[in-house]
């Protein structure tokens, strides 16, 4: 469900590996990325894993 292919978008990719350590949230992830802002990034994040990075993030913890 929630799969992101890292070679058509690295930068999302790595976000979701943020998410997935846990480290951090939001704008540090965005600005790490080289995203301008955190409702940027999070609106590509959506558009290519289906859901923002809090659900993402959310989903993660539950099948852990």
Request: proline residues 5%; positive net charge.
């Amino acid at each position: 469900q929630f799969v992101v292919d890292r070679r058509a978008d690295p930068r999302i990719g790595r976000g979701v590996e943020f998410l997935f350590v846990g480290e951090r949230r939001g704008l540090p992830v965005a600005q790490t990325l080289g995203f301008g802002d955190a409702l940027y990034f999070s609106r590509r994040f959506r558009q290519k894993t289906g859901s923002s990075p809090s659900q993402y993030r959310k989903a993660l913890v539950l099948h852990l």
